[in-house]
């Protein structure tokens, strides 16, 4: 018996790849789905959780004050103070005055000292 086996040689002249471009741009493109559809409920999860974080947070601004106003939060990256959610006391005539940067993860204010509330 001889100790060459001319099957595990290969062909000399096979350069091209296992598969073809139309299977690795679809291929490309399934995973790219795939990766959006597992990150995209994330994002919306962690905004929402934010958002209503933020909502609270800014309720307890203006409860503290601007007694007698609505609030509104806002999402801004190039506002006062940095990127964050944005406090807003809006007036029965709708003027809208800045309170606070809650910055981009909001938590529970500090509670206003007595000497605080009429600055």
């Known amino acids: 018996m001889s100790d060459h086996h001319p099957e595990l ?4 002249h096979d350069d091209r790849p296992v598969h073809g471009e139309r299977r690795r741009r679809a291929l490309r493109i399934t995973v790219f789905i795939a990766l959006g559809a597992l990150v995209l ?4 999860s962690a905004y ?10 800014c ?3 203006v409860a503290n004050f601007s007694a007698g106003s609505d609030y509104r939060v806002s999402l801004e990256f190039f506002g006062d103070g940095g990127p964050g959610w944005q406090c807003f006391a809006v007036s029965a005539s709708g003027v809208a005055t800045p ?3 809650l910055g ?8 206003a000292l007595p000497d605080e509330r009429d600055t």
């Open 104 to 111: 981009l993860l909001p938590a529970a204010p500090r509670p």
């Open 41 to 44: 409920p994330l994002a919306l």
């Open 99 to 101: 309170l606070a940067n």
């Open 9 to 12: 040689d290969g062909d000399p």
């Open 48 to 57: 929402s959780v934010a958002y209503s974080a933020a909502s609270r947070a």
């Open 59 to 61: 309720s307890v601004y």
